[in-house]
């Protein structure tokens, strides 16, 4: 018995030969099968012409089975592969295209490099599932609200020491600014946020959350609550009260959505870059984010609805660095000495005219100390060795010799009562 040959057919086929053999045998009309088929009254007679030529394998398409036009050829295909799995390991598909094209000028699609790496086991579709939330509305000026976040990560992939991303985004543009830190702290925090002003001038607001670095946790002191003080502040709010930039805490990390996304694609894209780049350390970090964020803003910020910059100029008159420092007051003692943070410093001049009980003292970001009074620069020199105190010598202890008449004389052994 002679092999016949099996045709293998989609039910859209199948419909469409069931409808065409229908009109064949004269019991529907063409137009009907037009209709039917959602298809032109021509392509419907060019259909029958194929199928009384071919048979049923007329209703099958030419292309089936052969190569796209456009396909792109193995050759690249297996090319992309490799350079995917020894240099941008670990790249999204959106993010290793653009690396593709820019150092590899290869351009494919994400999508079809997405197939690629989904069939080679090298990424896997990761869906979503999000609380909803309230939306809120932009900001309308430039300098309106900024918000500030520190991001702990292995920010160099063991190339160099952990480092804290501290990071700033305009809420109205989400233009970023951002600096590398050894820690998140109070230094680090007053050392970015000086920079940001230095490159864009004051805000209006920030919008920060309650690390204790930003907002103090502490209770009011007796003195404090005499002065008719509110709550305590941290330095960090001290130096931004200053500065007349208003604090608003956010209740959730929802609440400032804004830079924890900017966060989650700075750990994804920004790290792949460093290591393309080999930075390995702080300093090569921030000249390299430097550049980085000229190139990132230029892409991915946005015209606020409003064209007037509400940054505000810094006056000449006003010194950063001292608004910038932790401040603390410290009593003066009758010698005019003063301790901070177990050092000894010797006031050399005190104004005489006045009453000085309190100096304040400033630690700057550099490291360097000032003392002040009514925000006039004393002069101070560090005592390194202290006088030490003579040393009392042990008073010879005093053996009791009880009277003859104390009960422990009179007691005798086997004495009875």
């Keep these: 018995m002679a092999k016949k040959d099996i045709i293998m057919m989609s039910q859209k086929e199948l419909k469409?030969?069931?409808?065409?053999?229908?009109?064949?045998?004269?019991?529907?009309?063409?137009?009907e099968a037009a209709d039917i088929l959602n298809l032109s009254d021509r392509q419907i007679r060019r259909i029958i012409r194929k199928v009384h030529k071919e048979g049923d394998c007329g209703i099958i398409h030419k292309s089936r089975s052969k190569v796209s036009n456009r396909a792109i050829p193995k050759k690249i295909r297996d090319e992309v592969i490799k350079l995917y799995k020894d240099r941008y390991k670990g790249f999204g598909p959106t993010f290793a295209t653009e690396k593709l094209f820019e150092i590899d000028k290869i351009k494919i699609s994400d999508e079809t490099l997405r197939s690629w790496l989904i069939k080679e086991g090298e990424y896997k579709i990761r869906r979503k599932h999000r609380k909803h939330r309230q939306w809120r509305e932009r900001k309308h000026h430039f300098g309106e609200m900024i918000q500030m976040d520190?991001?702990?990560?292995?920010?160099?992939?063991?190339?160099?020491p952990n480092l804290v991303l501290m990071g700033y985004i305009d809420d109205a543009t989400n233009n970023v600014f951002a600096h590398f830190n050894n820690y998140e702290?109070?230094?680090?925090?007053?050392?970015?946020?000086?920079?940001?002003?230095?490159?864009?001038?004051?805000?209006?607001?920030?919008?920060?959350?309650?690390?204790?670095?930003?907002?103090?946790?502490?209770?009011?002191?007796?003195?404090?609550?005499?002065?008719?003080?509110?709550?305590?502040?941290?330095?960090?709010?001290?130096?931004?009260?200053?500065?007349?930039?208003e604090i608003i805490y956010a209740n959730s990390p929802q609440a400032k959505g804004r830079i924890e996304r900017l966060f989650k694609t700075f750990q994804d894209r920004l790290i792949k870059e460093m290591r393309l780049a080999n930075v390995s350390s702080k300093e090569k970090a921030n000249l390299f984010l430097k550049d980085y964020l000229l190139i990132y803003n230029k892409r991915f910020s946005v015209v606020s609805v409003k064209e007037t910059n509400l940054h505000r100029e810094v006056p000449?008159?006003?010194?950063?660095?001292?608004?910038?420092?932790?401040?603390?007051?410290?009593?003066?003692?009758?010698?005019?000495?003063?301790?901070?943070?177990?050092?000894?410093?010797?006031?050399?001049?005190?104004?005489?005219?006045?009453?000085?009980?309190?100096?304040?003292?400033?630690?700057?970001?550099?490291?360097?100390?000032?003392?002040?009074?009514?925000?006039?620069?004393?002069?101070?020199?560090?005592?390194?060795?202290?006088p030490l105190k003579a040393k009392e010598l042990p008073k010879p202890r005093k053996?009791?010799?009880p009277p003859k008449d104390h009960p422990w004389r009179r007691f005798k052994v086997g004495y009875n009562r």
């Excluded at 309650?210 to 103090?216: A, D, G």
Aim: contains cysteine; proline residues 2%.
């Design 399 to 401: 053996i009791y010799i």
């Design 150 to 160: 520190g991001s702990h990560h292995n920010w160099l992939e063991k190339r160099g």
């Design 185 to 245: 702290g109070t230094f680090p925090a007053m050392d970015s946020f000086k920079r940001y002003i230095k490159c864009y001038n004051t805000p209006q607001s920030i919008y920060l959350d309650k690390h204790t670095t930003y907002r103090s946790t502490r209770k009011l002191t007796i003195e404090e609550e005499l002065q008719g003080l509110i709550k305590p502040m941290s330095q960090f709010e001290r130096a931004l009260n200053e500065l007349e930039v």
């Design 16 to 31: 469409r030969l069931y409808v065409i053999h229908k009109v064949l045998d004269k019991k529907l009309k063409q137009i």
């Design 316 to 386: 000449k008159e006003i010194d950063l660095d001292s608004i910038f420092s932790i401040k603390t007051k410290r009593v003066l003692r009758n010698d005019f000495t003063i301790i901070y943070k177990r050092q000894l410093y010797q006031i050399i001049d005190i104004p005489v005219s006045k009453i000085v009980k309190a100096v304040i003292i400033e630690e700057r970001i550099n490291g360097k100390i000032y003392i002040t009074y009514n925000n006039l620069k004393l002069k101070y020199r560090k005592i390194e060795t202290r």
